[in-house]
Structures are given as structure tokens and as C-alpha cells.
């Protein structure tokens, strides 16, 4: 079981940055892939972002590669998103999410967090 608890959304200018956190708790943490969703108004819920359990490997969408990067620390349970040169389309709720293989993630993972807003400005 893994529970998951978001962090460091907000407003910001296009052009800005945010980083967001994802918190974990839970034996499993080090042992499952974790990434991102996130859903725009009137939008369906897209992937955005995964990493592998060392962080070794990671997977972008096509409309955030370059801009987003993910990367998790073990040794605090925590998975980070770090959003540069910001878009008014980036506006959303950003979710956390985690799964034991790869593929679900990138599809319907198991776990979810709550989820934390994103708004950027033009």
C-alpha cells in the first residue's frame, strides 16, 4: 500500500516555474514506479511524467519534454516534479501517482494523491 500527499502547486506567470512534491508513505515506496498526471479544465486526466524505482529511467508527454523534469529521492519518500518556461495550457491539477509496473503507470495506476492546482498566467 502506498499513500501519497501533493505539494507546491500555485499561480505563476507564464514563463515561470514550480516545483510540485509527492510525499509517500508506505514499505513499498522504493519498489514502484511514480509519475504525474495531471487534468485541465473541461480536459480528461493525461500522464505527464514517470520514473523507475532508482530513477534511472524516466517518461515525458511530447508536450512537456524539455520543459518538466521527475526526479525522486528513496531516502525521503518523495517524488519531485520541477516545471520550467510555464504555459497557460500547463494549468491543471497536477496528480501523483505510483504503481509496481511501468506500463500502469502510464495508463491507470494504482495509487493516487489528492492532487495539488497549477494555474500559470499569461
Known amino acids: 500500500q502506498v499513500q501519497l500527499v501533493e505539494s507546491g502547486g500555485g499561480s505563476v506567470q507564464a514563463g515561470g516555474s514550480l516545483r510540485l512534491s509527492c510525499a509517500a508513505s508506505?514499505?513499498?515506496?522504493?519498489?514502484?514506479?511514480m509519475g504525474w498526471f495531471r487534468q485541465g479544465p473541461g480536459k480528461e486526466r493525461e500522464f505527464v511524467a514517470s520514473?523507475?524505482?532508482?530513477?534511472?529511467?524516466?517518461n515525458y508527454a511530447d508536450s512537456v519534454k524539455g520543459r518538466f523534469t521527475i526526479s525522486r529521492d528513496n531516502a525521503k519518500n518523495t517524488v519531485y516534479l520541477q516545471m520550467n518556461s510555464l504555459k497557460p495550457e500547463d494549468t491543471a491539477v497536477y496528480y501523483c501517482?505510483?504503481?509496481?509496473?511501468?506500463?500502469?503507470?502510464?495508463?491507470?495506476?494504482?495509487?493516487w494523491g489528492q492532487g495539488t492546482r497549477v494555474t500559470v498566467s499569461s
Open positions: 520514473i523507475n524505482w532508482s530513477g534511472s529511467w524516466t
Open positions: 508506505g514499505r513499498a515506496f522504493g519498489n514502484v514506479f
Open positions: 501517482a505510483a504503481d509496481r509496473f511501468a506500463q500502469a503507470m502510464a495508463r491507470s495506476p494504482d495509487y
